[in-house]
Every structure is written in structure tokens, then in C-alpha cells.
């Protein structure tokens, strides 16, 4: 390389075609020789402050770093395409607000937790948007599968960590209840997608405050709440 201003234009261009967010170990294989990650995390963040009054901004989520429109733009460039965000249910909303604040759980801590049966079309409906995971299995009888969110989750809401979710204090606690069994979530707590705090936290999601409202019932597709 000819200089550090090079590498910084190499580092730009990647991110900006990626399409998807790149972690400092795939962009140092740019290089041949590939560079030390530190080097590749100083240009970011040099890139990054080098950005800060422009429209579009590098930021830095769960599976690495990408550049994206500031958020106040966001409305205008919406109009660009006419197609409407995903919409969910409320059951779908609910059920991934418990995931992700109590993971990992079973699909029977969530039924146990929501008052209703789970049906197979919520939990397919998270794992097809790469939202949620299966991460082991408890040991009790049957075995059943323990859920936790995934990087994609985070990604999406533009969050670094688990850690950066709005805090429980801050939602409706009716049906995020703690689960009774403490001691064995405990035990299952490494099991779970887990980021250390990497400072200030980004966009924090109003989505998952929305779906803290539960109702009795069982599970349908009818009844539809935004997540963007």
C-alpha cells in the first residue's frame, strides 16, 4: 500500500458496495498481506469521524461496520420505493419481546410467560427472518429447544450488543415477566447471544415497546403490528 490515505479510500469503497455490514477481520483480507484489525478498527474510526456532517454516516452494529442514511433521511428516501415494511403480528411481536429480553428460553417459558399456546407458524415466521436461533436444549424431559436472538436481530435494529435494548423499566413489564425458574436460566444464560457494551449505544427500537401489550388468546396472523 502506498499510504494510509489509500487504505482509507479501499476501506470506503468496500463498505459502501458491501451491502451487508463487514467485520474488521474481512476487510483486512483486502490487503496482501492482510493488515492487523487494529490498524482496520483506527481507519474506521477516523472514517467514521470523517463522516460525521455528511448525509451518510458509518456506524457499527453486531456483525461489523456499514454505512447507512442518517435517520431524520430516512422518511424521504422511503419514497424512493413504494414497497410497505414487513408487517407482524402481535403474537410474533410478543413472542420475540420475550426472546429477546429473557433468552434463552423454550417455547414453553413463552407460552408460560404470554398466557397462550405458541403456534409453529410465530417460531418459523422469527427463524425465517433470522431473528431468532435455536442455541441448545434444556435438560428436562423432551429436551426442548432453547431460543435466543441472533446477530441478524441486532443488525436490523441497528444495535451493537443485547445490552443496548431498551431497558425492561422502560416497557410494559405485564408480559415480560421474570420466569420462575431463576436457577436454571442462569445456568443457560451463557448459551445465549450475548455482544459486550461497546459504548454509546445506537437507535434504540421503539418496535419492541409496541409489542409488550399482550392479550389473551391464541396465536393468528390477523391481528398486525410494523417492525421495521
Known amino acids: 500500500m502506498d499510504d494510509l490515505a489509500k487504505i482509507k479510500n ?3 469503497a468496500a463498505l459502501l458496495v458491501a451491502g451487508e455490514p463487514l467485520a474488521p477481520a474481512q476487510l483486512s483480507r483486502l490487503f496482501d498481506p492482510a493488515l492487523e ?9 477516523e472514517i467514521r469521524a470523517e463522516w460525521t456532517d455528511r ?8 456483525s ?5 442514511a442518517k435517520p431524520d433521511l430516512q422518511p ?3 419514497r424512493l420505493s413504494p414497497e ?3 408487517r407482524y403480528s402481535r403474537a410474533v411481536m410478543e413472542t420475540l419481546a420475550i426472546i429477546a429480553y429473557q433468552q434463552p428460553v423454550t417455547r414453553g417459558d413463552i407460552e408460560s410467560i404470554r398466557g397462550v399456546a405458541v403456534s409453529t407458524y410465530v417460531i418459523k415466521t422469527l427463524e425465517d427472518r433470522q431473528w431468532i436461533e435455536a442455541v441448545g436444549h434444556r435438560e428436562t424431559p423432551g429436551r426442548p429447544a432453547l431460543y435466543a436472538t441472533t446477530k441478524q436481530f441486532l443488525d436490523d435494529l441497528n444495535l451493537r450488543s443485547l445490552s443496548e435494548l431498551p431497558p425492561l ?10 420466569l420462575p425458574d431463576a436457577p436454571a436460566k442462569a445456568a443457560e444464560t451463557p448459551l445465549a447471544l450475548a455482544s459486550p457494551i461497546l459504548g454509546t449505544p445506537a437507535i434504540a427500537s421503539d ?10 388468546g391464541s396465536d393468528t396472523p390477523e391481528a398486525k403490528q410494523t417492525f421495521h
Open 207 to 216: 418496535e419492541l415497546s409496541a409489542s409488550s401489550a399482550g392479550s389473551g
Open 55 to 62: 448525509a451518510v454516516e458509518l456506524v457499527r452494529v453486531a
Open 37 to 45: 484489525q487494529d490498524l482496520i478498527r483506527k481507519l474506521l474510526e
Open 84 to 86: 410497505k415494511p414487513p
Open 76 to 78: 424521504y428516501l422511503d
Open 10 to 12: 479501499i476501506l470506503e
Open 169 to 178: 423499566t422502560e416497557l410494559d413489564p405485564s408480559h415480560l415477566l421474570e
Open 64 to 68: 461489523g461496520w456499514r454505512f447507512r
